[in-house]
């Protein structure tokens, strides 16, 4: 079941941008990535489907109610969403039991002091609950504006670049945190972001956007490995552009021939798009196959990075596992893993 | 090493200057607060001297009298202010109707005003002789006993007409603060299930608090130091009661106790502003800005927002400078007459002469404070520069008390000196002269050239001077080709802040000035007091002229200021 359909949804934020969804649904308890560049129209999305704008036209169901649509508006109050920004938005005037209380008026006070507690018990802030926000370290205002949108049990979380304010020791571990929390409580959220690592670790599902538009959604190994076009591709990881061309035996290049099925719709000249660690090095002294002459590698921990010049003079970048890491000047054969190779019909 | 080179050498005596500097700067700016200090010192100084019967006297016929209209008048204003303030403050930043763009500066121009000035032409207009009661009498053929119009000379009267053109400062800090707060606080509000009224009371109002006091504050001393208007609409005060005892009375010592007890009240609002804005200084919890996206109003919301911003507006600035026109124009005598050049001249030439002064002292105290130098050298800059910067709460009475006493005194000194050496009188030397008045001016406005000039000196960062320090730019050529392209804008916003506020002062100027000196204001006030509203008109348009300077100014400034605003964007 989908907790929120976007349809034949049409914004504009100034003249000359605009955001054009066909349909985006997120699923219950799961949580959907925006991905995309800044100014990809992904925030403005995230605003729309929380009732802090109003789009022009095109219709938006939480819960299968119509929150916005023909003649139709819920405004932000009455669509019980949950919304935690960047910079968390905390109110610096109330306590972190304030804030977290804020969203639950018309209730006994008894009730909201039970929901509050229960909700800070799960986050670990009980004892905070005096505090006041500017005394907390990041993670724990981080956790705060979690627990205050989450409290009055919110249809879904809209979540705006939640992580990005954190360091990045932090930030990977507040991630996994809060991918637990969501799932604990079956929560559906949809999250803003433009780090595509971030995407791919939290997302059940990820919707990529550039320019108002959406460009491919799936799960983040469909799109990791079978990116739509060449903004996919290049946006998910690195990618090396290589020069190929299509010849009677098939796809040709200075790395070596490619089975490719969009092969068959060119003809003549065209470019691939390899990842670094679909480009597998063996040191060797035969020059007969595709070969590389090693620049200088790098060595980053687990793995390396190797750049690699190419008979043609044209410099690509391997990824090899660091036992495998060679010596400068080596001469290396080049073999591909076929499926992290893409050919897009038209670049 | 026991070899000290050449260059080390240098260093060492450059070092030892630089402590001299320094020393020098702080026992300069040392001088200039003791001299600012002086009036204060003076009038707190005459608690304790007995004034005998007239005390007695004062004590218990009009002091009750004073408080008590005080304490109604700083009621009233508040609640005005902060009713005017705040609610168009809110509205122009956070809605979209029509003419929002033109209010949000337009509601600056009653600052324009000064309060003596709108007292005189509301009374011109709603006094039984004026166009309104004359209208109303002609339609329905009422005779004086037939109805009851409300009094414009009443404290009532007197509320209005402060609130009026004071509420500006009320607005300016609310609406900075508003435009400060992080939207996305309010937004988050609003998904928690929270309208606008409430997300305004319990996020955006808390927080803004503290600036809001402020600007109430601020808007508190100019009631407590107006005389003008409080003297033409025969409501007692202490300000009244002090020029009074003075020049009435002739008693010196109980006008010094009058205003002591003038500036307790002063102090108090000081004492309530720092208190307030160290207790719950919000931290801000955001460092990210967003584009305000205002929410637009329709129909009877648009119009009833519309009015709730033109009707202070229109009340406060265009009613009363378009009757002071229309006065001017219809008794052209008030302008176009042989004397009028002369009152424009002698008003902007004392008002240059003022303000170049306040500059020229307020760049001496803030570069000396920024030369640094021992702790203790800086510490003394330090607080004089605060001490400095306390005239601006000083009322013009009580500060022209505070000087015209120790001066006579001087001048008595000197002449009695004089008389038994040398046989010569020398009469009054700084009493009644120019010069006296320009020490009460320069006491009462360096507060405002000193933060500007601070304000704009601090943007000048060490690392900047550090950066130009390693081109081989220093010393003087530091300052001319790093400091002055930076600060000379707010320098002349230093210079005009200053004109204008001497243009428009009043009190001081009336029991200041030399014999036979007259500025727009003063005439503006004399005519005023005669009855004679209409000669007063033209003066009171050229102060309400010049006044406009300023407010082009601020809202130019405040319209930059907020983070996150786009470029060209207007807030």
């Given at each position: 079941m989908s907790k929120l359909i976007i349809t034949d949804l049409l914004h504009h934020n100034s003249e000359n941008f605009s955001v054009k969804i066909d349909l985006l649904a997120a699923e219950a308890g799961k949580i959907l990535c925006l991905l995309g560049p800044s100014g990809c129209g992904k925030s403005t999305t995230l605003r729309l489907a929380a009732g802090l704008d109003n789009p022009e036209s095109g219709n938006i169901h939480i819960n299968g109610d119509c929150v916005a649509g023909a003649g139709v508006f819920v405004p932000a109050e009455d669509r019980r969403v949950g919304l935690v920004f960047q910079d968390y938005a905390l109110f610096p005037h109330l306590t972190v039991l304030g804030n977290i209380q804020f969203g639950l008026q018309n209730m006994k006070a008894k009730q909201r002091r039970e929901i509050a507690e229960t909700i800070m018990k799960k986050l670990d802030l009980t004892a905070f609950s005096e505090k006041y926000p500017h005394m907390l370290s990041g993670g724990e205002q981080q956790r705060v504006a979690l627990a205050r949108a989450l409290a009055p049990n919110p249809r879904i979380m809209l979540m705006d670049e939640p992580f990005s304010g954190l360091d990045v020791v932090l930030r990977n571990h507040v991630r996994d945190e809060t991918v637990t929390l969501l799932k604990e409580t079956g929560t559906t959220a949809l999250l803003v972001t433009h780090d595509p690592e971030e995407a791919m670790r939290m997302a059940d599902k990820i919707v990529l956007m550039k320019d108002g538009r959406i460009e491919q959604q799936g799960t983040p190994a469909e799109l990791y490995?079978?990116?739509?076009n060449e903004f996919v591709a290049s946006f998910l990881g690195d990618v090396n552009r290589i020069s190929a061309f299509v010849n009677p035996e098939g796809l040709q290049s200075e790395v070596g021939a490619i089975l490719h099925e969009?092969?068959?719709?060119i003809t003549g000249d065209c470019e691939i798009l390899v990842r670094p660690e679909a480009i597998r090095l063996r040191p060797t002294s035969d020059a007969s196959g595709p070969t590389g002459r090693v620049l200088k590698s790098r060595n980053l921990g687990a793995y390396c990075l190797v750049d690699l010049e190419l008979p043609s003079g044209k410099v690509i970048v391997a990824r090899a596992a660091t036992i495998l890491q060679p010596e400068d000047d080596q001469i290396c054969a080049i073999s591909l893993d076929q499926r992290q190779v893409f050919l897009f019909a038209s670049v | 090493m026991a070899v000290v080179s050449p260059t080390q050498n240098l260093n060492i005596k450059k070092a030892r200057s630089r402590g001299l500097f320094s020393s020098l700067g702080a026992g300069l700016s040392l001088l200039v607060a003791s001299l600012i200090a002086i009036p204060i010192l003076v009038v707190f100084g005459f608690i304790f001297v007995p004034a005998g019967d007239i005390w007695s006297h004062l004590a218990s016929t009009v002091l009750p009298l004073y408080l008590i209209n005080t304490l109604i008048l700083g009621a009233g204003v508040a609640v005005l202010v902060l009713t005017i303030g705040v609610s168009t403050a809110w509205l122009v930043t956070m809605y979209e109707f029509p003419g929002r763009r033109y209010f949000s500066w337009a509601l600056f121009l009653p600052l324009a005003m000064p309060a003596y000035i709108i007292a005189y032409t509301y009374t011109g207009m709603f006094?039984?002789?004026?166009p309104v009661q004359t209208f109303l009498r002609e339609l329905f053929g009422w005779g004086r006993q037939d109805y009851w119009f409300p009094p414009v000379r009443s404290i009532g009267g007197a509320i209005l007409m402060l609130g009026l053109v004071l509420y500006p400062y009320v607005y300016l800090v609310s609406r900075a603060a508003f435009l400060e707060q992080s939207v996305c606080a309010l937004e988050v509000g609003r998904t928690l299930g929270r309208n606008s009224w409430s997300v305004f009371r319990e996020i955006a109002l808390p927080l803004a608090r503290p600036a809001i006091v402020t600007g109430l504050a601020l808007a508190l001393m100019e009631t407590l130091s107006d005389f003008g208007t409080v003297q033409y609409f025969a409501v007692d005060t202490f300000t009244t009661g002090i020029y009074r005892t003075w020049l009435g009375l002739g008693e010196p010592a109980a006008a010094a106790q009058l205003a002591a007890m003038l500036m307790g009240f002063v102090f108090f609002l000081v004492i309530l502003e720092r208190v307030n804005r160290g207790a719950r200084?919000?931290?801000?919890?955001?460092?990210r800005y967003q584009q305000i996206r205002r929410e637009r109003l329709k129909g009877i919301k648009a119009l009833l927002a519309f009015f709730a911003c033109f009707a202070p507006i229109f009340f406060g600035f265009l009613l009363p400078s378009g009757w002071l026109l229309n006065e001017s124009i219809s008794h052209p005598g008030s302008v176009l007459n042989a004397e009028f050049p002369k009152l424009v001249m002698s008003s902007i030439s004392i008002a240059v002469m003022a303000s170049i002064f306040a500059l020229v002292i307020a760049m001496l105290l803030v570069y000396g404070n920024r030369m640094g130098g021992q702790k203790s050298a800086s510490k003394i800059k330090t607080f004089s520069i605060r001490v400095a910067a306390m005239g601006y709460a000083i009322p013009g009475p009580v500060l022209a008390v505070g000087i015209l006493i120790p001066f006579g005194f001087a001048d008595n000194a000197v002449d009695q000196f004089m008389r038994t050496q040398f046989g010569v009188s020398t009469g009054l030397i700084l009493s009644g002269t120019l010069f006296a008045l320009m020490f009460a001016y320069v006491v009462r406005f360096l507060a405002v050239s000193l933060n500007t000039v601070e304000g704009s000196v601090e943007k000048i960062t060490p690392s900047m001077e550090q950066a130009a320090r390693t081109m081989g730019v220093t010393g003087i050529r530091a300052i001319f080709k790093v400091h002055v392209p930076i600060i000379s804008g707010s320098l002349m916003t230093a210079l005009l802040l200053v004109f204008v506020d001497v243009m428009k002062e009043l009190p001081a100027t009336l029991i200041m000035r030399p014999f036979g000196f007259e500025t727009l204001a003063v005439r503006a006030y004399e005519m005023a007091s005669d009855e004679r509203l209409s000669e007063a008109a033209g003066p009171s348009i050229a102060i309400v002229l010049a006044g406009i300077i300023p407010v082009i100014i601020l809202s130019r400034a405040i319209g930059r200021s907020r983070p996150g605003q786009k470029p060209g964007e207007e807030s």
């Amino acid at each position: 079941m989908s907790k929120l359909i976007i349809t034949d949804l049409l914004h504009h934020n100034s003249e000359n941008f605009s955001v054009k969804i066909d349909l985006l649904a997120a699923e219950a308890g799961k949580i959907l990535c925006l991905l995309g560049p800044s100014g990809c129209g992904k925030s403005t999305t995230l605003r729309l489907a929380a009732g802090l704008d109003n789009p022009e036209s095109g219709n938006i169901h939480i819960n299968g109610d119509c929150v916005a649509g023909a003649g139709v508006f819920v405004p932000a109050e009455d669509r019980r969403v949950g919304l935690v920004f960047q910079d968390y938005a905390l109110f610096p005037h109330l306590t972190v039991l304030g804030n977290i209380q804020f969203g639950l008026q018309n209730m006994k006070a008894k009730q909201r002091r039970e929901i509050a507690e229960t909700i800070m018990k799960k986050l670990d802030l009980t004892a905070f609950s005096e505090k006041y926000p500017h005394m907390l370290s990041g993670g724990e205002q981080q956790r705060v504006a979690l627990a205050r949108a989450l409290a009055p049990n919110p249809r879904i979380m809209l979540m705006d670049e939640p992580f990005s304010g954190l360091d990045v020791v932090l930030r990977n571990h507040v991630r996994d945190e809060t991918v637990t929390l969501l799932k604990e409580t079956g929560t559906t959220a949809l999250l803003v972001t433009h780090d595509p690592e971030e995407a791919m670790r939290m997302a059940d599902k990820i919707v990529l956007m550039k320019d108002g538009r959406i460009e491919q959604q799936g799960t983040p190994a469909e799109l990791y490995s079978n990116p739509k076009n060449e903004f996919v591709a290049s946006f998910l990881g690195d990618v090396n552009r290589i020069s190929a061309f299509v010849n009677p035996e098939g796809l040709q290049s200075e790395v070596g021939a490619i089975l490719h099925e969009n092969a068959k719709n060119i003809t003549g000249d065209c470019e691939i798009l390899v990842r670094p660690e679909a480009i597998r090095l063996r040191p060797t002294s035969d020059a007969s196959g595709p070969t590389g002459r090693v620049l200088k590698s790098r060595n980053l921990g687990a793995y390396c990075l190797v750049d690699l010049e190419l008979p043609s003079g044209k410099v690509i970048v391997a990824r090899a596992a660091t036992i495998l890491q060679p010596e400068d000047d080596q001469i290396c054969a080049i073999s591909l893993d076929q499926r992290q190779v893409f050919l897009f019909a038209s670049v | 090493m026991a070899v000290v080179s050449p260059t080390q050498n240098l260093n060492i005596k450059k070092a030892r200057s630089r402590g001299l500097f320094s020393s020098l700067g702080a026992g300069l700016s040392l001088l200039v607060a003791s001299l600012i200090a002086i009036p204060i010192l003076v009038v707190f100084g005459f608690i304790f001297v007995p004034a005998g019967d007239i005390w007695s006297h004062l004590a218990s016929t009009v002091l009750p009298l004073y408080l008590i209209n005080t304490l109604i008048l700083g009621a009233g204003v508040a609640v005005l202010v902060l009713t005017i303030g705040v609610s168009t403050a809110w509205l122009v930043t956070m809605y979209e109707f029509p003419g929002r763009r033109y209010f949000s500066w337009a509601l600056f121009l009653p600052l324009a005003m000064p309060a003596y000035i709108i007292a005189y032409t509301y009374t011109g207009m709603f006094d039984f002789a004026g166009p309104v009661q004359t209208f109303l009498r002609e339609l329905f053929g009422w005779g004086r006993q037939d109805y009851w119009f409300p009094p414009v000379r009443s404290i009532g009267g007197a509320i209005l007409m402060l609130g009026l053109v004071l509420y500006p400062y009320v607005y300016l800090v609310s609406r900075a603060a508003f435009l400060e707060q992080s939207v996305c606080a309010l937004e988050v509000g609003r998904t928690l299930g929270r309208n606008s009224w409430s997300v305004f009371r319990e996020i955006a109002l808390p927080l803004a608090r503290p600036a809001i006091v402020t600007g109430l504050a601020l808007a508190l001393m100019e009631t407590l130091s107006d005389f003008g208007t409080v003297q033409y609409f025969a409501v007692d005060t202490f300000t009244t009661g002090i020029y009074r005892t003075w020049l009435g009375l002739g008693e010196p010592a109980a006008a010094a106790q009058l205003a002591a007890m003038l500036m307790g009240f002063v102090f108090f609002l000081v004492i309530l502003e720092r208190v307030n804005r160290g207790a719950r200084k919000y931290h801000h919890t955001t460092g990210r800005y967003q584009q305000i996206r205002r929410e637009r109003l329709k129909g009877i919301k648009a119009l009833l927002a519309f009015f709730a911003c033109f009707a202070p507006i229109f009340f406060g600035f265009l009613l009363p400078s378009g009757w002071l026109l229309n006065e001017s124009i219809s008794h052209p005598g008030s302008v176009l007459n042989a004397e009028f050049p002369k009152l424009v001249m002698s008003s902007i030439s004392i008002a240059v002469m003022a303000s170049i002064f306040a500059l020229v002292i307020a760049m001496l105290l803030v570069y000396g404070n920024r030369m640094g130098g021992q702790k203790s050298a800086s510490k003394i800059k330090t607080f004089s520069i605060r001490v400095a910067a306390m005239g601006y709460a000083i009322p013009g009475p009580v500060l022209a008390v505070g000087i015209l006493i120790p001066f006579g005194f001087a001048d008595n000194a000197v002449d009695q000196f004089m008389r038994t050496q040398f046989g010569v009188s020398t009469g009054l030397i700084l009493s009644g002269t120019l010069f006296a008045l320009m020490f009460a001016y320069v006491v009462r406005f360096l507060a405002v050239s000193l933060n500007t000039v601070e304000g704009s000196v601090e943007k000048i960062t060490p690392s900047m001077e550090q950066a130009a320090r390693t081109m081989g730019v220093t010393g003087i050529r530091a300052i001319f080709k790093v400091h002055v392209p930076i600060i000379s804008g707010s320098l002349m916003t230093a210079l005009l802040l200053v004109f204008v506020d001497v243009m428009k002062e009043l009190p001081a100027t009336l029991i200041m000035r030399p014999f036979g000196f007259e500025t727009l204001a003063v005439r503006a006030y004399e005519m005023a007091s005669d009855e004679r509203l209409s000669e007063a008109a033209g003066p009171s348009i050229a102060i309400v002229l010049a006044g406009i300077i300023p407010v082009i100014i601020l809202s130019r400034a405040i319209g930059r200021s907020r983070p996150g605003q786009k470029p060209g964007e207007e807030s």
